[in-house]
């Protein structure tokens, strides 16, 4: 009996050893026998078996193995091994697979399997993260992962940064991860070209940096409505060349200080004319070559100092934007580059644009058409812009309001503050005084003259509005 009690316990720790191990799979052909077991800093002191009866105790670090002939081999790792780390490593192509997490207490994921090409989860176990904060990068090209991980316990990550960044083939649900103490989740889905799985249920109310999570996700479209993105500061190009196109109008974004190249080159078409965007300075490419059309006449963009191309090629894009007090340090470049702004709406810019005095602004306008020659004369006259690639569009009809306001004169200019507005035969319904960076200082109702006497001497720009059309015209307070 006693030597039957001494069997016994001897298998049964063998059996709860090979439980606790950390099991993979590698493959090796005869052009190339060895592995590296890739190690990270400090606190190891593991066992590895690799599988061909070569078992080394007491690792510290990286450990090496060669192979008498090829063939896929398990390997085993039990003991301190707090971190595996393939970024840049050699044979990260020759880890085939992971058969058992076992009881590893992991210190850190980031970079864990980055570059494993050929590495697929065979595990039905959960590596304990309970030490774990970082798993940035953790699957990056994993080109061939795709097995279900959605019972893992992520509750302590506050980094997902390129998590999934390139893993073309990863294809499962993630919505039972508990991900509400991540803080970072900038390319976590990036080019995860077959990733289409609901997130709608994730708590991401502590990320602050969403760049580029879901560039070049092909197939992902799926409801983030409920997403609280409030303590989000970056969004650069978030969904930029993605199949995202569902309604985010809800979404909190008033502490985004970057939304360049957002949509870009996206499929995106939705409502966003409720967002608070007063205090994004960025919005280059924002909605370059996407087909979005909506109305942005609510945003407040004070603050973009830099919307450079943020239509460009845009072709679908037709809103009104003259209510934007557009920032003295915005580059027009290629702001409109063939865009689908027509001539009224583009005429509405021009004559917007004139109420801010900026001056040697360039605006390249390729395909767009005008008929407002007034404003934009000003603009290259008075303002110094080099506008070019539009033309003046065929047919305009030129309204009775417009021929008087065009032939119309305030005097005297220069003046001491007195302004003669004798107009006959037309209704002014509003006389608005701008200053040179836009602002409106103040409205007048109609009268034949206004008084801007209370004002420093300087340039300023009298805009009169009729209900068919509206005229600026610079005047100069002595």
């Not at 606190?43 to 063939?71: A, E, M, P, R, W």
């Not at 812009?385 to 220069?414: G, R, Y």
Request: hydrophobic share 35%; aromatic share 14%.
């Amino acid at each position: 009996m006693k030597y039957l009690y001494l069997f016994v316990l001897f298998f049964s720790g063998i059996t709860l050893q090979a439980q606790n191990e950390f099991i993979t799979t590698w493959q090796v052909t005869s052009s190339d026998l060895s592995i590296t077991i890739p190690t990270n800093g400090s606190g190891y002191n593991y066992t590895v078996n690799f599988g061909d009866g070569t078992i080394l105790n007491n690792q510290q670090g990286d450990v090496s193995h060669t192979y008498n002939q090829n063939g896929t081999y398990t390997v085993s790792i039990s003991g301190n091994f707090p971190r595996i780390n393939f970024q840049g490593v050699a044979n990260s192509k020759k880890i085939m697979s992971i058969e058992q997490w076992g009881n590893i207490q992991w210190q850190s994921m980031q970079a864990a399997f980055n570059g494993c090409i050929n590495l697929v989860i065979n595990a039905t176990d959960a590596p304990d993260l309970s030490q774990v904060t970082d798993m940035s990068g953790m699957f990056s090209l994993c080109t061939s992962l795709n097995q279900p991980i959605n019972h893992w316990d992520v509750s302590t990550i506050t980094n997902m940064n390129s998590l999934f960044n390139g893993a073309s083939s990863f294809n499962q649900p993630l919505d039972s991860w508990d991900v509400s103490n991540v803080t970072k989740m900038a390319y976590t889905f990036a080019s995860a070209n077959s990733f289409n799985q609901p997130l709608g249920s994730w708590d991401v109310s502590n990320v602050n940096n969403m760049k580029w999570m879901f560039v070049s996700t092909f197939s992902f479209n799926q409801p983030l409505d409920n997403w609280d993105v409030s303590t989000v500061t970056t969004m650069e190009k978030m969904f930029g060349f993605s199949s995202f196109n569902s309604p985010i109008d809800n979404w909190n974004v008033s502490s985004v200080t970057n939304m360049g190249f957002m949509f870009q080159s996206s499929d995106f078409n939705q409502s966003l004319n409720s967002w608070d965007v007063s205090n994004v300075s960025d919005m280059d490419l924002m909605f370059a070559q996407s087909p979005f059309n909506q109305p942005l006449d609510n945003w407040d963009v004070s603050n973009v100092s830099t919307m450079f191309s943020i239509f460009f090629n845009a072709q679908d894009f037709n809103q009104d934007l003259s209510s934007w007090n557009f920032h003295p340090n915005v580059n027009f470049h290629e702001m409109f580059y063939s865009s689908g702004l027509d001539v009224d709406n583009y005429d509405k810019l021009l004559a917007h644009l004139t109420t801010f005095g900026y001056t040697n602004k360039t605006m390249i306008a390729k395909n767009l058409k005008y008929c407002d020659i007034t404003s934009r004369d000003f603009l290259t006259n008075n303002l110094n812009w080099s506008i070019t690639n539009d033309e003046l569009a065929q047919n305009c009809n030129v309204s009775a309001e417009e021929s008087i306001l065009d032939a119309f004169t305030p005097t005297p200019n220069p003046t001491m503050g007195m302004i003669h507005l004798d107009l006959q035969n037309i209704h002014i319904e509003e006389i608005l005084l701008y200053n040179t960076i836009g602002q409106r200082i103040k409205t007048f109702p109609y009268v034949d003259k206004i008084d801007i006497s209370e004002f420093h001497s300087g340039l300023y720009f009298l805009q009169l509005r009729t209900q068919e059309t509206q005229k600026t015209y610079p005047i100069v307070k002595n």
